[in-house]
């Protein structure tokens, strides 16, 4: 409750539910909320890090080291840890991998930012020193990263294959980083500027399970993973005119309840003919249009499947609305919402072919307008395959960038290393105690060099010793290669990352960081403290965890 004396009586101006925490206790609290964050995904990290069973309150069990599923799939309550969470989810979004590197350094740089707010220097000092190392760190990864020629296959393949290395994808990386080229090949256009543009709304990737990883495909077009609704349909249709419908094959319902009376036979028999008459007139506007084959995306009345299937009409039902977007542009067709006005320009070309192992339609289109194409991604088991298409997903998104923003990096620590040798460079020439916060994102970004050697089983203060002490040589490409243990070059041996993914990791976790040191207040209508409150304090890791039942919930899972 919160109170002002006026001439000895004191003002109540919040609830008495209300909690307020101030000062020194908020900042610890809210350091130690996201920290706590950060350091459930921290163990992830790199080629040889763990995976995380996540299981929720419905008893789905997940299985992955993808840092963003991981942070989405937990039940986070506390307001601070979700600030961390949301830098997950922003770098997933612009640039679809690197959520655990962004996440463990945003942990990092609050890590160092308390032991500064401990020597007194004001959190607006430390606010300032990260924004101008920030922008610093972002500018020197432009001026290390490496130009990418889009016919360099082996360069795209391997920033692909860094992504997937150490996820359940790894072992059959070569093929599946050969599969993705091919796809973004595909789908790839040049801009009028030279720069490479691509659509990855073009590239659908589906999951199947029973199979081997080694055994996923790349198809031209889509994948349909249902069956014909009527057993004497065809199943192949080569030339095939498709429709792409949003209307139910079905009797048209009344907006309101109706009953009808039935006096006698006569009168139901006209009433069920009049019903046939309805689907019948509707399949008939369909095959009139020259549609061989029809993908709803609602339901087919058994009656107008038997007429579909009497027109020698390949139908199928209930399509996921995904499934006919797709369609769309790989037959180059319009969804047709109103029969009425279907023409023959609504329908696309192509080829309908079904595989009865898989139990797929396999549609390619074959028009000026189609293209597409589809990533098959088999596995033996459900987790497996869920894991197989979250890497590829990300794989496929960094691979993309690498193309479209033309620019890539040594992996495996040694950009971070580089970045913080010329930070620390940089903070020389800081005037105030700025230059101290500039100096602790430097030390920041050398977590992860560090976190990969300590995943790796190595020894993280030799290894980043080893390295600091090659860059200061000049080489600023030597890398961990945990594979080895080595310090190499990590570029020549095939370890590369997509430099937008950087620079945005860089943007969110200092961008985050600064927002939780810039909050000196909590002001809360329900209540801050937890059980361990009493022991630990108000701002301590009791208080710190307090809204985060989720993740102690999770038992052993971190």
């Known amino acids: 409750m ?52 996540l299981v929720s309150s419905m008893g789905d069990v997940t299985v992955t080291n993808d840092g963003v599923t991981i942070l989405q799939e937990m039940d986070i309550d506390d307001p601070t840890a979700e600030m961390i969470v949301e830098v997950a989810e922003t770098q997933e979004d612009e640039a679809g991998d690197g959520t655990t590197t962004a996440v463990a350094v945003a942990g990092e740089l609050l890590k160092e930012a308390e032991e500064l707010l401990d020597q007194d220097i004001h959190a607006t000092a430390v606010i300032k020193g990260y924004n101008m190392a920030a922008e610093r760190a972002r500018a020197e990864v432009d001026e290390v990263a490496i130009s990418v020629d889009p016919d360099d296959e082996d360069l795209v393949r391997s920033v692909a294959e860094t992504s997937m290395t150490g996820k359940g994808t790894e072992l059959d990386k070569e093929l599946l980083s050969d599969l993705l080229y091919r796809a973004l090949q595909t789908v790839a256009i040049e801009a009028e500027d030279g720069s490479t543009v691509v659509d990855l709304n073009d590239v659908e ?84 249009v020259g549609a061989d084959v029809v993908f709803c995306q609602k339901g087919i009345d058994d009656m107008a499947q038997h007429f579909l299937a009497k027109e020698g009409i390949l139908a199928v039902r209930r399509t996921r609305k995904s499934d006919i977007e797709f369609l769309q542009d790989v037959l180059g067709a319009s969804i047709v919402t109103d029969l009425d006005s279907v023409t023959a320009a609504d329908l696309g070309s192509g080829s309908v072919t079904r595989d009865e192992t898989d139990e797929m339609f396999y549609v390619e289109g074959s028009g000026d307008g189609a293209h597409g194409v589809t990533l098959l991604l088999r596995g033996a088991t459900d987790h ?100 080895t243990g080595d310090i190499e070059d990590t570029f020549e041996a095939g370890i590369v990352e997509p430099a937008h993914s950087k620079e945005q990791a860089l943007s969110s976790a200092s961008e985050a960081a600064n927002l939780v040191l810039k909050i000196d207040d909590i002001i809360s209508a329900g209540d801050l403290s937890t059980e361990g409150e009493e022991d630990e304090g108000a701002g301590g890791m009791g208080g710190g965890m307090g809204g985060m039942g989720g993740m102690g919930g999770m038992g052993g899972a971190m």
């Not at 206790?25 to 459930?40: G, L």
């Not at 419908?245 to 006698?264: G, H, K, Q, R």
Request: net charge negative.
């Open 2 to 53: 919160a109170e002002r004396r006026m001439q000895g009586q004191p003002m109540i101006i919040m609830g008495d539910d209300a909690q307020r925490m101030k000062d020194k206790d908020a900042q610890e609290h809210n350091i130690s909320a996201a920290r706590a964050v950060a350091d459930s995904v921290r163990t992830t990290l790199g080629p040889k890090g763990m995976d995380k069973m």
């Open 205 to 288: 990737i589906e999951t199947q399970t029973g199979r081997q990883i080694g055994e996923s495909e790349l198809l031209s077009g889509a994948v349909v993973d249902k069956d014909p609704v009527h057993d004497n349909m065809p199943t192949e249709v080569e030339d095939a005119s498709v429709l792409l419908l949003n209307e139910a094959i079905e009797v048209e319902e009344t907006e309101t309840d109706t009953t009808v009376s039935v006096d006698n036979p006569d009168q139901l028999q006209q009433f069920l003919e009049k019903e046939e008459a309805q689907l019948q007139e509707k399949v008939d506007q369909i095959a009139e």
């Open 384 to 483: 497996v395959v869920d894991e197989v298409e979250r890497s590829v997903t990300d794989a496929l998104d960094v691979a993309s960038q690498a193309l479209t923003d033309g620019r890539v990096l040594p992996g495996g620590g040694a950009i971070e290393v580089e970045l913080a040798d010329r930070v620390r460079n940089f903070a020389d020439g800081v005037e105030g105690r700025e230059a101290l916060a500039v100096e602790a994102f430097a030390d920041a970004l050398e977590l992860v060099p560090r976190v990969l050697a300590s995943n790796a089983g190595l020894d993280s203060i030799d290894t980043l010793v080893e390295m600091r002490a090659a860059h200061e040589g000049g080489d600023q490409r030597a890398g961990l290669n945990v594979f």
